[in-house]
């Protein structure tokens, strides 16, 4: 049977699949606290860019993109992964026109993580790149920017269809 998005929220794991603990959050209260991380990084990494653009301060600038591009691995690797993994096998993305916005966002956000980290290795690397590329980072960043904001927003909009429709 094919499960719908809605169907989602109400899957819980049985007894032998998953880890056992303790505190047991309901997916709706990880997903929250998730969207409220990811809120949190958005505004940091758009302050970053204020910061390193209107006002120069780099350090602080570098500091946002390097937090922000930490915080989303570990929360990929610790909850979205397993999530598309377990959506991939449940059939949940087979249907395009009712999980547009999760492919969607999957899309954009395995994107604005590929472009963040790249961003981070040039920085790292900065002295050491040919001055064409180095002239390139501005535009990378800008392009990251957008691209982390719509797979943010189109995250947002997962989570209403997903939790709350
Ligand atoms: C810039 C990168 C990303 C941002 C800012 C982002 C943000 C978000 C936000 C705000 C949510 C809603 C909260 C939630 O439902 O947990 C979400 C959900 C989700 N994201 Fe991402 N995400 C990013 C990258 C990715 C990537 C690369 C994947 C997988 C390929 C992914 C898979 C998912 C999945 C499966 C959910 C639904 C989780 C659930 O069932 O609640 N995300 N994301």
Redo the contacts with the bound molecule.
């Keep these: 049977m094919l499960m719908t998005r809605q169907d989602?929220?109400k899957w819980e794991p049985s007894s032998n699949q998953g880890i056992e603990m303790q505190i047991m959050l309901s997916?709706?209260q990880?997903?929250?606290i998730?969207?409220t991380i990811?809120?949190v990084?958005?505004l940091w990494l758009l302050s970053g860019w204020y910061f390193g653009i209107r006002q120069k301060k780099l350090r602080t600038h570098h500091l946002a993109v390097y937090s922000v591009v930490l915080v989303?691995l570990f929360?990929?690797i610790l909850?979205?992964?397993p999530?598309?993994l377990m959506?991939l096998s449940l059939g949940l993305l087979n249907d395009f026109a009712g999980s547009w916005h999760?492919i969607m966002?999957?899309?954009?956000?395995?994107l604005?993580?590929s472009l963040?980290l790249a961003l981070v290795v040039f920085s790292v690397a900065k002295r050491r790149l040919p001055p064409a590329l180095r002239k390139m980072n501005r535009l990378l960043m800008r392009i990251t920017l957008v691209?982390?904001v719509i797979?943010?927003a189109?995250?947002?909009v997962?989570?209403v269809v997903?939790?709350l429709a």
């Design positions: 989602r929220g997916d709706f990880i997903a929250l998730v969207l990811d809120t990084a958005v989303q929360i990929l909850w979205m992964i999530r598309v959506f999760q966002h999957d899309a954009f956000g395995i604005a993580v963040g691209v982390w797979a943010f189109l995250g947002i997962s989570f997903g939790y």
